[in-house]
């Protein structure tokens, strides 16, 4: 199986994918990697969706609403960051703009003179690094091989520091057996109590939602659709039952279920 993540090699994306393929290849994005296994090219893809201290990874939840695809897998490791470079004399640091802001404390109290430079992947920040004496990067320490210097280790303002990643799969690779289950609900509708009416239908048959996240459709100002994470497997029939209910009330948009996963933890 080949797999495809954020590049290039030695991101947090790409250790995550290595649990999930012994092939990984590379795209610069996001959405070029969800697109890459909704058209065919990759048998799964592995994308941030959620950090422990910064959230929830926008650009992801984005994509899985504009493409169809499921989720067989989620991973979830620890985030260790370390601060690599050349030597200590270093005026600008460029990583990931989540690792930046997982960070953020401990460059104001350590660097606070440097500037910041959000790049496309923490790997991307260390070969700055590798190329220009005046630039540190954040990154696993791993990736300091012979040529950086790990200046400090554990930098990260949060020890509990972890990340969550899906591995995106076409539709046919859809299980109802796991967990957990994710949908996106589009109501293409906006009333007193749309929000409720749908929170409800969990609620009622004692489904509990680790997760709900809103974001603009795109389709006009002010309107949303709404990403769950229910913490039950489709093959249960309470989970069903609430899926209907909600397919009634987004009768005038959709409903993309995505499909139900169990987690790994890879920790190193």
């Given at each position: 199986m080949n797999a495809v993540t954020l590049g290039p090699a030695g991101t947090y994306s790409h250790r995550a994918a290595r649990a999930v393929a012994a092939e990984v290849s590379f795209r610069e994005s996001v959405t070029a990697i969800v697109d890459a296994v909704a058209n065919g090219e990759f048998e799964r893809g592995v994308v941030p969706i959620e950090n422990s201290i910064e959230g929830s990874v926008t650009e992801s939840l984005d994509a899985l609403a504009e493409y169809d695809v499921s989720v067989t897998k989620e991973i979830v490791t620890p985030i260790r960051h370390a601060l690599l470079a050349q030597g200590s004399d270093f005026e600008l640091v460029a990583s990931h703009a989540q690792a930046l802001a997982q960070c953020r404390n401990w460059l104001e109290t350590n660097h606070p003179d440097v500037?910041?430079?959000?790049?496309?992947?923490?790997?991307?920040?260390?070969?700055r690094a590798r190329e220009d004496a005046r630039i540190a990067g954040i990154g696993h320490p791993d990736n300091a091989g012979d040529d950086l210097t790990i200046l400090a280790e554990n930098i990260q303002d949060r020890t509990s520091n972890a990340t969550r990643f899906l591995v995106v799969a076409p539709v046919k690779a859809r299980s109802?057996?796991?967990?957990?289950?994710?949908?996106?609900v589009y109501p293409n509708d906006?009333?007193?109590?749309?929000?409720?009416?749908?929170?409800?239908?969990?609620?009622?048959?004692?489904?509990?939602?680790?997760r709900i996240e809103s974001r603009p459709s795109g389709e006009r100002l002010g309107d949303y659709l709404f990403h769950f994470d229910?913490?039950?497997?489709l093959y249960e029939d309470h989970t069903t039952a609430a899926i209907e209910e909600i397919e009634d009330i987004a009768s005038k948009?959709?409903?993309?279920?995505?499909g139900s996963y169990d987690t790994e933890h890879v920790l190193k």
């Open positions: 500037g910041l430079e959000a790049v496309a992947s923490t790997a991307r920040g260390v070969e109802e057996a796991g967990g957990k289950t994710t949908l996106i906006n009333y007193p109590g749309l929000l409720l009416e749908l929170l409800e239908s969990f609620a009622e048959r004692n489904l509990n939602l680790s229910v913490d039950a497997g948009g959709w409903v993309r279920i995505l």
